[in-house]
């Protein structure tokens, strides 16, 4: 990869190593954005260290605050209910060189701010599952202090995994609602899809990786094309045909609301953790 993709003399630190961590690490290494020897992780589980280092390449700590004094890009990536313990433990080594960028469900920038700063650099992104396949969708907020040049180094870096946006934060409880816990509602369509195809005679694994691949390019057509998910539902959907009676069955059973309604319900449930934190 060339200098130009890299975030040069930039050393990336996770305050913690679990599943998500290491997708974020691996993927910033394959994509060459930053050097696999400017990356670092620290946990108190030795099996999510060994786990990271065995997925990426990348040393590993055991202290917080070797990792801290060790990196200029943090990210925060432990549990939501061991975030407290975590801040308390380096708020005193976060200092101007830092900019630290939260993965933490549920976890406001306030909080953060409240605990480290408000004139710490502070970023949050909510991403989610896919992004372990390079397919992520993640949405970015800026804290108080974060400069132009932090949210494009933030943008950059969530860019390797898949798409990524700007927003508010007002707006994150709603992501999570739809992109957080999207990955979910679209498994149960793939292995709904799967089973009806059993029930029609296909083997599982063909029928499983029909319907996968047809969530796939159905995708990849919405976001290709430009065009509105109506108008590409209507040129599959031929008069009198397969499609159509397909549909009504969906439309008797309220599928189009029921999705909305778990949006919903999970943007709402997402509120009420944050105010729990």
């Known amino acids: 990869m060339s200098n130009e993709k890299k975030i040069i003399s930039r050393k990336v630190g996770f305050l913690g190593a679990g599943r998500m961590a290491t997708a974020l690490a691996r993927g910033f290494i394959q994509a060459g954005i930053v050097d696999v020897d400017s990356v670092l992780a620290s946990d108190v589980m030795e099996e999510s260290c060994q786990g990271f280092t065995t997925a990426t390449g990348a040393a590993t700590v055991s202290s917080n605050g070797q990792l801290v004094e060790n990196s200029e890009i943090i990210f925060l990536a432990v549990k939501p209910q061991s975030m407290n313990s975590v801040l308390a433990e ?9 900019l630290v960028i939260s993965i933490a469900a549920g976890i406001t920038i306030s909080t953060l701010e409240k605990e480290l700063g408000s004139d710490k650099r502070i970023i ?20 108080k202090s974060p400069t132009d040049d932090d949210m494009q180094i933030a943008k950059r870096l969530m860019t390797t995994l898949g798409y990524c946006a700007e927003l508010p934060e007002r707006h994150l ?25 059993v029930c029609m005679g296909l083997p599982r ?40 009676a397909g549909l009504h069955v969906l439309e008797m059973g309220a599928f189009r609301g029921n999705l909305m309604a778990a949006v919903i319900a999970a943007t709402n449930r997402s509120r009420e953790l944050s105010q729990l934190e």
């Open 205 to 244: 694994r063909i029928a499983t990786e029909l319907a996968a691949q047809t969530l796939l390019g159905a995708a990849r057509m919405v976001l290709e094309t430009g065009c509105h998910p109506a108008e590409l539902k209507d040129q599959v959907t031929s008069p009198a045909g397969t499609t159509i």
């Open 90 to 98: 380096i708020q005193k080594e976060i200092d101007d060189k830092h």
């Open 124 to 143: 949050r992104v909510m991403p989610n599952t896919p992004c372990l396949v390079g397919e992520g969708a993640s949405v970015i907020s800026r804290g």
């Open 173 to 197: 409880d709603a992501v999570t609602g739809l992109s957080g816990s999207g990955p979910a509602y679209a498994f149960q369509m793939i292995e709904a899809l799967s089973d009806g195809g």
